[in-house]
C-alpha cells in the first residue's frame, strides 16, 4: 500500500513537472507579462523543486499590468480574436481584473468543474439549479457549462427573485443546487416566510462558492438541516481557477493537483510553512496557457497537511479548507480574528437570522461588533458570551430589526466604518 501510494505520487509529481516545462516554454515565447518577468529562465527545469526560482505573482502586480495596458493587459498569450468569453474578478478585494479565455482555455474551466462534480456524487441523471444572475463572474457560468458537459439538465434562474428561484426549483425537481452558502441561508429564510417546504424538496445536494462557510462545520450543518440536503464545497479563482473542491468525508477541500500545482508559504518570510502550521496559498495553474498565473499568492489561508483524506483522494488535501483571508484578517487588542471564525460561532445559533460583522475605531482603538437579526431578545447575552469564550475577546453584540442586513447572492461582504468616538 506504502508503495502504491509513494508510485502515485511520483506519477504525479512527473505530470506536474512535464505541464509546468510545457506552460513555462509557452509563455517564454508568447505571453508578454511573464517575458518580462521570467526573462532569464533557463528550461527545462530539473524538479518541482526548481519552482523556488520562479518569483510570485501578485494581484497588484496584473491589476497595474491592466492600468498599464489596458483594457486586458499582457498577461494574455494570443491575439484579441482568438478569445471569446470575458469575465471579471468580484473587486471585494480591490479593482477587478478583467480576464479572457479562449474556446480551449474555458473547456479546461469546465474539466475542472468535472472533478467538483464527481467528488459531490453529481452525475447525468441530476438536475443542477444554479442560482445566480448571469453576470461577469465566471464561476457559476464555468459550473453550468460543466454541468452540461457532464450532460445534466442545468437549470438557469438568470433574473428571478428568490421565491421564483424557490418555485422553479421544486417544479422542476432540481436535485443540485448551486449558489453562495450565504444565499442558500437566505434562500431558506425565503422559503420560511413563504411556507415552503424545502426540507422535504427535491433538492439532494448543494454546492457552494465564493465564500468558506461550506467548510465551516456551523454553518455546514444548519445549511443541511434547513434544506435536508448534503452540501459540498468548492473553492477558485477567476484569476486561477476551479482548483478546489470537498468530498463525501466533509472534512475539508482537496486540490486538482494534476492542473494545479500547490505551495502554503508563510506569508511574511515567504518560506514554506511546517506541517500543521496555517500558511498563505499559492497556486500556479498547468491548463490555462491564454491566461497563464504563475507561484500566485491567493491571500487564502489554509493549514498544510500531510494527511490523506479517508475518501481515498491522493490529492493534497486542506483540513477546513479555507480558513480565511489574509487580508481579512484584523488585529483586534493583539488577537488575531478571520470573518469566518466568528461566522462559525454565529451559525452554531438557529435564532440568527442574518448577522454582519463590523469593524470600527473608537479613541483611535480598533474595536469589532455584531449585528444579528433575530426574533429572540435572549440571544444577545448569550451569543456575546459565547464569542468571548471563543474568541478570547469581548465582541458587542447589537440587536437590529429584520431585513435591515444586506443580503448577497454573490459573495458576502464585511462592513468596515470608522467611528470616532471620544468619550
Same mark, same amino acid.
Request: negative net charge; contains cysteine; charged residues 25%.
Given at each position: 500500500?506504502?508503495?502504491?501510494?509513494?508510485?502515485?505520487?511520483?506519477?504525479?509529481?512527473?505530470?506536474?513537472?512535464? #505541464?509546468?516545462?510545457?506552460?513555462?516554454?509557452?509563455?517564454?515565447?508568447?505571453?508578454?507579462?511573464? #517575458?518580462?518577468?521570467?526573462?532569464?529562465?533557463?528550461?527545462?527545469?530539473?524538479?518541482?523543486?526548481?519552482?523556488?526560482?520562479?518569483?510570485?505573482?501578485?494581484?497588484?502586480?496584473?491589476?497595474?499590468? =491592466?492600468?498599464?495596458?489596458?483594457?486586458?493587459?499582457?498577461?494574455?498569450?494570443?491575439?484579441?480574436?482568438?478569445?471569446?468569453?470575458?469575465?471579471?474578478?468580484?473587486? !471585494?478585494?480591490?479593482?477587478?481584473?478583467?480576464?479572457?479565455?479562449?474556446?480551449?482555455?474555458?473547456?479546461?474551466?469546465?474539466?475542472?468543474?468535472?472533478?467538483?462534480?464527481?467528488?459531490?456524487?453529481?452525475?447525468?441523471?441530476?438536475?443542477?439549479?444554479?442560482?445566480?444572475?448571469?453576470?461577469?463572474?465566471?464561476?457559476?457560468?464555468?459550473?453550468?457549462?460543466?454541468? #452540461?458537459?457532464?450532460?445534466?439538465?442545468?437549470?438557469?434562474?438568470?433574473?428571478?427573485?428568490?421565491?421564483?428561484?424557490?418555485?422553479?426549483?421544486?417544479?422542476?425537481?432540481?436535485?443540485?443546487?448551486?449558489? !453562495?452558502?450565504?444565499?442558500?441561508?437566505?434562500?431558506?429564510?425565503?422559503?420560511?416566510?413563504?411556507?415552503?417546504?424545502?426540507?422535504?424538496?427535491?433538492? =439532494?445536494?448543494?454546492?457552494?462558492?465564493?465564500?468558506?462557510?461550506?467548510?465551516?462545520?456551523?454553518?455546514?450543518?444548519?445549511?443541511?438541516?434547513?434544506?435536508?440536503?448534503?452540501?459540498?464545497?468548492?473553492?477558485?479563482?477567476?484569476?486561477?481557477?476551479?482548483?478546489?473542491?470537498?468530498?463525501?468525508?466533509?472534512?475539508?477541500?482537496?486540490?486538482?493537483?494534476?492542473?494545479?500545482?500547490?505551495?502554503?508559504?508563510?506569508?511574511?518570510?515567504?518560506?514554506?510553512?511546517?506541517?500543521?502550521?496555517?500558511?498563505?496559498?499559492?497556486? !500556479?495553474?498547468?491548463?490555462?496557457?491564454?491566461?497563464?498565473?504563475?507561484?500566485?499568492?491567493?491571500?487564502?489561508?489554509?493549514?498544510?497537511?500531510? =494527511?490523506?483524506?479517508?475518501?481515498?483522494?491522493?490529492?493534497?488535501?486542506?483540513?477546513?479548507?479555507?480558513?480565511?483571508?489574509?487580508?481579512?484578517?484584523?488585529?483586534?487588542?493583539?488577537?488575531?480574528?478571520?470573518?469566518?471564525?466568528?461566522?462559525?460561532?454565529?451559525?452554531?445559533?438557529?435564532?440568527?437570522?442574518?448577522?454582519?460583522?463590523?469593524?470600527?475605531?473608537?479613541?483611535?482603538?480598533? =474595536?469589532? #461588533?455584531?449585528?444579528?437579526?433575530?426574533?429572540?431578545?435572549?440571544?444577545?447575552?448569550?451569543?456575546? !458570551?459565547?464569542?468571548?469564550?471563543?474568541?478570547?475577546?469581548?465582541?458587542?453584540?447589537?440587536?437590529?430589526?429584520?431585513?435591515?442586513?444586506?443580503?448577497?447572492?454573490?459573495?458576502?461582504?464585511?462592513?468596515?466604518?470608522?467611528?470616532?468616538?471620544?468619550?
Amino acid at each position: 500500500m506504502v508503495h502504491t501510494v509513494q508510485t502515485q505520487e511520483n506519477e504525479l509529481r512527473s505530470l506536474q513537472l512535464q #505541464k509546468l516545462n510545457r506552460l513555462l516554454h509557452f509563455v517564454l515565447n508568447h505571453n508578454e507579462f511573464y #517575458k518580462e518577468k521570467l526573462a532569464g529562465l533557463k528550461l527545462p527545469l530539473q524538479s518541482l523543486e526548481e519552482m523556488k526560482k520562479l518569483p510570485f505573482t501578485m494581484k497588484k502586480e496584473l491589476v497595474d499590468d =491592466q492600468n498599464n495596458h489596458p483594457p486586458y493587459g499582457k498577461n494574455h498569450s494570443y491575439p484579441l480574436e482568438e478569445y471569446v468569453r470575458y469575465h471579471q474578478t468580484s473587486g !471585494t478585494s480591490g479593482k477587478p481584473l478583467k480576464i479572457l479565455d479562449t474556446k480551449k482555455s474555458f473547456e479546461w474551466w469546465e474539466t475542472c468543474w468535472l472533478e467538483v462534480y464527481r467528488s459531490s456524487g453529481v452525475t447525468k441523471k441530476d438536475r443542477v439549479f444554479f442560482a445566480f444572475s448571469f453576470g461577469p463572474f465566471i464561476g457559476f457560468w464555468a459550473a453550468f457549462e460543466g454541468a #452540461k458537459r457532464l450532460g445534466a439538465l442545468s437549470i438557469s434562474s438568470g433574473s428571478q427573485t428568490s421565491i421564483e428561484r424557490l418555485r422553479s426549483m421544486i417544479e422542476n425537481r432540481a436535485t443540485v443546487l448551486v449558489c !453562495t452558502p450565504s444565499y442558500a441561508l437566505h434562500l431558506a429564510e425565503v422559503a420560511e416566510e413563504n411556507g415552503i417546504d424545502i426540507k422535504n424538496g427535491p433538492v =439532494q445536494k448543494i454546492i457552494t462558492a465564493g465564500e468558506p462557510g461550506a467548510s465551516v462545520p456551523s454553518t455546514r450543518k444548519q445549511i443541511e438541516s434547513l434544506w435536508g440536503a448534503v452540501l459540498y464545497d468548492h473553492v477558485g479563482m477567476t484569476e486561477m481557477g476551479a482548483y478546489g473542491y470537498s468530498c463525501s468525508e466533509q472534512k475539508g477541500i482537496h486540490v486538482n493537483e494534476s492542473e494545479f500545482i500547490v505551495e502554503v508559504i508563510n506569508p511574511n518570510t515567504l518560506e514554506p510553512v511546517e506541517v500543521g502550521e496555517k500558511g498563505e496559498l499559492v497556486l !500556479t495553474n498547468l491548463g490555462r496557457e491564454s491566461y497563464p498565473v504563475i507561484r500566485y499568492r491567493t491571500g487564502d489561508i489554509v493549514i498544510r497537511s500531510d =494527511q490523506q483524506c479517508e475518501c481515498g483522494n491522493s490529492y493534497q488535501f486542506f483540513p477546513g479548507g479555507i480558513l480565511g483571508r489574509a487580508d481579512d484578517m484584523v488585529i483586534i487588542r493583539g488577537i488575531n480574528i478571520y470573518p469566518s471564525s466568528i461566522e462559525s460561532i454565529i451559525r452554531e445559533f438557529k435564532e440568527v437570522k442574518e448577522f454582519r460583522i463590523v469593524y470600527y475605531t473608537e479613541n483611535e482603538m480598533d =474595536q469589532i #461588533k455584531v449585528e444579528i437579526e433575530s426574533d429572540s431578545e435572549q440571544i444577545v447575552p448569550i451569543l456575546a !458570551t459565547k464569542l468571548r469564550e471563543r474568541v478570547g475577546l469581548r465582541i458587542q453584540v447589537e440587536k437590529v430589526p429584520d431585513n435591515e442586513l444586506p443580503r448577497f447572492t454573490m459573495k458576502l461582504k464585511f462592513d468596515t466604518i470608522s467611528l470616532h468616538v471620544d468619550n
